[in-house]
């Protein structure tokens, strides 16, 4: 691989000129110019995705897979083709890969509810790790209340990174999927997924990955990672809220069951029988979010345009860089410090509760997240209630650093500490 420092990482005008497309950050917050450091939440849109949606309901707007007329079969062309280059952005292998959903939360409960909760029995293993969001993990919960299986969590250390031979260790005949994050939303734990896939393939059994965190930040190809099934939202990656994504290979799609019964999953219905349609429609029941597959694409060719590894460069900079600066704060811990990382920095002010932190950054025009990030378990394991979390994306700058320890001192000044 080539280092880091040979490449070339993006200059202030690329930058800026970035900046412009996202109309949104020409905003002032309480008189102050918005410095936005909450993309782990969710990312701005640039224009041409608000453009997108736009032109959709101006031009193009009809139900998908239904009309005869010549709006809807415009309708479902654009709909079809933002499935086709989902996929392409993927590498998945066809476009029927993709199911679209509303984010990652309604993945990850497709997949436990069709695919794992139908073949798996009580004293069965559900294996997910201890830096998981919510959503991956109170999903498999369910599965083992309907179906008396074991949910079991491999620990982290204390920099946050994954405890590798303990995932080794406790993965078994017994474990029906693996269900770990790529990259951590409270940590930014990047997760070495090519080697928790090759192990858990050794056993034959499927990996869920949540790309919630990871997919607006580093290469994604659902190929080469040869994962069973990849989950994201359209909105962590500067596309619409409401959107989201299911890749899963092709053969287990079609031996899953349906999830949501409904219009669209059908090709045919008597009162007696139902027989489903093809994959991937089979899991889209009901009017999808027509506009929103087609700002998610446009947001892929966005980011594809910009290319996912200069981003990641930059990113990389800016993660160095706000690291560096957060560590020169006073009485400020870092949580979250393993080696290979998202630019997430999460932190606690050993004086302040997180909340009365972001309320001061707020009042400096910074935004940021503070809480516990649907994270709770990561919480407890760092014994802390809650963090504050500055989370980059392509349009931040120095600059932005250089706001956030501008109004950590206001902290340090309000604090009186
Ligand atoms: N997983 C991770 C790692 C996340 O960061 C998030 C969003 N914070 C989710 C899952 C859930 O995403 P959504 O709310 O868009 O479904």
């Avoid at 997949?111 to 919510?134: N, T, W, Y």
């Avoid at 700002?295 to 990389?316: C, F, P, Q, S, T």
Wanted: charge should be negative.
């Amino acid at each position: 691989m080539t280092p880091i420092e040979s490449l070339t990482i993006p200059d202030a005008p690329t930058i800026a000129r970035w900046r412009d497309d996202f109309p949104i950050l020409r905003t002032r917050v309480h008189g102050k110019p918005l410095v936005y450091l909450d993309n782990g939440a969710t990312t701005q849109k640039p224009t041409a995705v608000i453009e997108a949606e736009r032109d959709y309901y101006m031009h193009a707007n009809a139900n998908v897979h239904r009309g005869v007329h010549w709006l809807s079969q415009r309708a479902t062309r654009d709909y079809e083709g933002a499935r086709a280059r989902i996929a392409s952005f993927l590498n998945a292998a066809q476009p029927e890969e993709i199911v679209f959903v509303r984010g990652t939360t309604e993945a990850i409960n497709l997949v436990a509810q069709s695919d794992v909760r139908g073949r798996i029995k009580p004293g069965d293993e559900i294996l997910i790790s201890a830096m998981e969001h919510h959503s991956n993990i109170v999903p498999w919960q369910l599965v083992c209340e309907q179906t008396g299986a074991q949910l079991r969590v491999v620990p982290i250390d204390d920099s946050g990174t994954l405890d590798f031979e303990a995932y080794e260790r406790m993965i078994n005949a017994r474990t029906r999927i693996v269900a770990v994050t790529h990259v951590s939303n409270a940590l930014g734990t990047i997760n070495p997924v090519e080697r928790l896939i090759d192990i858990a393939h050794a056993h034959d059994v499927p990996v869920l990955l949540d790309g919630a965190q990871a997919v607006a930040h580093v290469p994604v190809d659902v190929r080469a990672l040869d994962c069973d099934f990849y989950a994201f939202s359209g909105h962590k990656i500067y596309g619409p809220t409401g959107i989201g994504v299911l890749y899963a290979k092709a053969n287990r799609l079609k031996a899953m069951p349906p999830w949501q019964g409904g219009g669209d999953m059908i090709r045919s219905v008597t009162f007696e029988r139902t027989e489903y349609n093809d994959i991937p429609w089979k899991f889209e029941a009901g009017t999808p979010n027509i506009a929103g597959a087609i700002g998610l694409a446009v947001a892929l060719d966005y980011v594809r345009a910009i290319g996912i590894e200069v981003i990641g460069r930059h990113e990389a900079q800016l993660l160095a860089d706000a690291t560096e600066a957060m560590r020169a704060v006073p009485r400020v811990r870092l949580i979250g410090t393993a080696q290979d990382k998202a630019a997430i920095v999460s932190f606690v002010h050993e004086d302040v509760h997180a909340h009365d932190v972001g309320t001061i950054l707020d009042h400096c025009g910074v935004a940021v997240r503070a809480g516990h990030h649907c994270a709770m378990p990561v919480m407890q394991r760092f014994g802390v209630p809650a963090t504050v979390r500055a989370s980059f994306a392509l349009y931040n700058t120095r600059e932005d650093i250089d706001a956030l320890v501008a109004a950590m001192r206001k902290v340090q000044e309000v604090f009186g500490r």
